[in-house]
């Protein structure tokens, strides 16, 4: 017998411990009864909820789900390579990350710098213009 989309779902939530109320919380439905529908196949999964499943959880095949081919999980390399890409999770961003944060602080600490150095230069000016004025009396 050929699986539909709605027992493959089942059968990833059952291998992956995730409950109805879980699912249905991320997805942000409603009520745990649609989840329910789908898994009981009462009602055929949106596509649009269909793709934010395949979001949600990168190791899910959406290949499988949708047509049955393949397996279950995606292949750890792409999973990597999802995640990598969807969430940042790679040393290089982590570097990254980190030469941003540096980089801010440098910033914040020049302007610090650059408004004494403007406080000192009217100071300055101030002096300056008092002299010039006592000099022309």
């Not at 969807?86 to 941003?100: L, N, V």
């Not at 150095?117 to 006592?134: A, C, F, M, P, S």
Request: net charge neutral.
């Amino acid at each position: 017998m050929d699986m539909t989309i709605n027992q493959r779902l089942d059968d990833f939530l059952e291998e992956k411990h995730i409950s109805q109320e879980e699912l249905r919380s991320q997805l942000g439905l409603k009520t745990r009864q649609q989840v329910s529908n789908w898994i009981n196949c009462r009602e055929k999964i949106s596509e649009k909820h269909i793709i934010r499943i395949v979001e949600l959880y990168p190791e899910l095949n959406a290949n499988w789900l949708i047509t049955n081919a393949g397996n279950m999980f995606n292949d750890q390399k792409i999973v990597r390579h999802i995640n990598r890409n969807a969430y940042g999770f790679c040393e290089e961003c982590i570097k990254k990350e980190q030469k941003i944060e540096y980089l801010q602080e440098l910033i914040h600490q020049r302007d610090q710098e650059i408004k004494l150095l403007n406080r000192e230069i009217g100071k300055l000016e101030d002096r300056l213009t008092r002299r010039i004025e006592n000099k022309e009396l």
